[in-house]
């Protein structure tokens, strides 16, 4: 049963640098194709993919946040780590983290979601 | 202004059909695989279909997805109240470097 979980602050300043930790079971990130997403939804707003990170440690990023974007994964913690500079209030979003299954393009499996406000 | 279009809003009756579109390009749906995912009301998104036109285990046959060009569809039948949800598609763009990208959701009201 795989299940992922987004943790990390509720509240940050603007200007300040959220990290968000997807913490996964049920399966691992060493197993090939597999990938680990992570998307965002301001309130009443649309899904916005951000980015992804697969077993092999390639790395994608939306183009129009990839300067301020980072992805990692630590894959004995079962973790994926997203960090993402200067932050905005329009950056207020609920952020998801998802499970890529190997070898299908899509997002089969999905966190709760962690709402993150952007305000001083 | 997502990079593909999704009508803002569809609705009908229960026991209807009702048909969303999801419109793109070369890029992306026309040489890519279409997934389409289903958020109810305060919910993480769940994934309806994946590959165009499969259904995970667990999704009722009443969903279908098809493709054809640079355009899908997600097609639900015998419409329940239950379904009413915001709909996603999604798919990789390949342009310059691959990400993946979004349509602007469609919101289904069973009235």
């Known amino acids: 049963q795989i299940t992922l979980k987004e943790s990390g602050p509720t509240l940050v300043k603007p200007t300040q640098t959220l990290t968000l930790t997807c913490t996964f079971s049920?399966?691992?990130?060493?197993?090939?194709?597999?990938?680990v997403g992570w998307i965002r939804q301001p309130p009443g707003k649309a899904l916005e993919w951000l980015a992804l990170?697969?077993?092999?440690?390639?790395?994608r990023y939306s183009p129009s946040l990839k300067s301020r974007l980072t992805i990692t994964k630590d894959t004995s913690k079962n973790q994926v780590v997203l960090t993402m500079t200067n932050m905005d209030p329009v950056d207020t979003a609920t952020y998801y983290c998802?499970?890529?299954?190997?070898?299908?393009?899509?997002?089969?499996?999905w966190g709760q979601g962690t709402l993150v406000t952007v305000s001083s | 202004q997502s990079v593909l279009t999704q009508p803002p809003s569809v609705s009908a009756a229960p026991g209807q059909k009702v048909t969303i579109s999801c419109s793109g390009s070369?890029?992306?749906?026309?040489?890519?695989?279409v997934s389409w995912y289903q958020q109810l009301p305060g919910t993480a998104p769940k994934l309806l279909i994946y590959?165009?036109?499969k259904r995970p285990s667990g999704i009722p046959d009443r969903f279908s997805g098809s493709k054809s060009g640079t355009s899908a569809t997600l097609g639900i039948t015998g419409l329940q109240t239950g379904d009413e949800a915001d709909y996603y598609c999604?798919?990789?763009?390949?342009?310059?470097?691959?990400?993946?990208?979004f349509g602007g959701g469609t919101k289904l009201t069973v009235l």
């Open positions: 998802a499970h890529r299954r190997g070898g299908y393009n899509s997002f089969d499996y």
């Open positions: 990170i697969y077993w092999d440690d390639d790395k």
């Open positions: 590959e165009n036109n």
């Open positions: 999604g798919t990789w763009d390949s342009s310059l470097s691959a990400f993946w990208v």
């Open positions: 049920g399966f691992s990130l060493s197993t090939s194709g597999v990938g």
């Open positions: 070369s890029s992306n749906i026309g040489n890519n695989y």
